[in-house]
Antibody, heavy 121, light 107 residues
């Protein structure tokens, strides 16, 4: 069964840091680009970042550029999102998603259940 | 960034109704468009990709059409399981964007 399972969410103070993880199973992880997508409470979906299958190229939304870093370990089939300088507006459910492509943020055919990040003092 | 605008924002309909949701792009995105369904507290689910291709396992009452800047998602006969929020997403460039969502409510 194809599955994505996020972890690492929680409550963090403004300006703090957090690292999210996403464990993948059931498909050849290194053959696909992976993305993070977030959803603020009561709001719509916002793409955050994508990394290609070989982990040598990534792209970010302007809202997180310079603060967030996406990475992956293909030997562990795991995706990461390092989030620094967190702001209240980063509060959201963060979803890990599989892109149906190797090198580009494409349509997302598999989604995790999400992990909640709350930035508050 | 390419802006995606959905209409309506909310739609009230009855079981059995034919429902159409529109998504407009701020510039041409060819057919690089996907539709997702999301229920409260759940992750989005892919319904349609490449504007009109039905994802495996999705009921045939869902269909997509359009190209360029205007796209539609149609549910031919609304079922109780279809009450949810629907999002379009463009993947024309390296900065994908979603529409704001259309909530389909029970009339």
């Amino acid at each position: 069964e194809v599955q994505l399972l996020e972890s690492g969410g929680g409550l963090v103070q403004p300006a703090g840091s957090l690292r999210l993880s996403c464990a993948a199973s059931g498909f050849p992880f290194g053959d696909y680009a992976m993305s993070w997508v977030r959803q603020a409470p009561g709001k719509g979906l916002e793409w955050v970042s994508m990394i290609n299958g070989r982990a040598d190229w990534a792209t970010y939304a302007d809202s997180v550029k310079g603060r967030f870093t996406i990475s992956r370990d293909n030997s562990k089939s795991t995706l990461y999102l390092q989030m620094n300088s967190l702001r209240a507006e980063d509060t959201a459910v963060y979803y890990c998603a599989k892109d149906h492509a190797y090198h580009a943020p494409y349509y997302k055919d598999v989604w995790g259940k999400g992990t909640t990040v709350t930035v508050s003092s | 960034d390419i802006q995606m605008t959905q209409s309506p924002s909310t739609l009230s309909a009855s079981v059995g109704d034919r429902v159409t949701i529109t998504c407009r792009a701020s510039q041409s995105i060819s057919w690089w468009l996907a539709w997702y369904q999301q229920k409260p507290g759940k992750a989005p689910k892919l319904l349609i990709y490449d504007a009109s291709s039905l994802q495996s396992g999705v009921p045939s009452r869902f269909s997509g059409s359009g190209s360029g800047t205007e796209f539609t998602l149609t549910i031919s006969s609304l079922q109780p399981d279809d009450f949810a929020t629907y999002y379009c997403q463009q993947y024309h460039n390296f900065s994908p964007t979603f529409g704001q969502g259309t909530k389909v409510e029970i009339k």
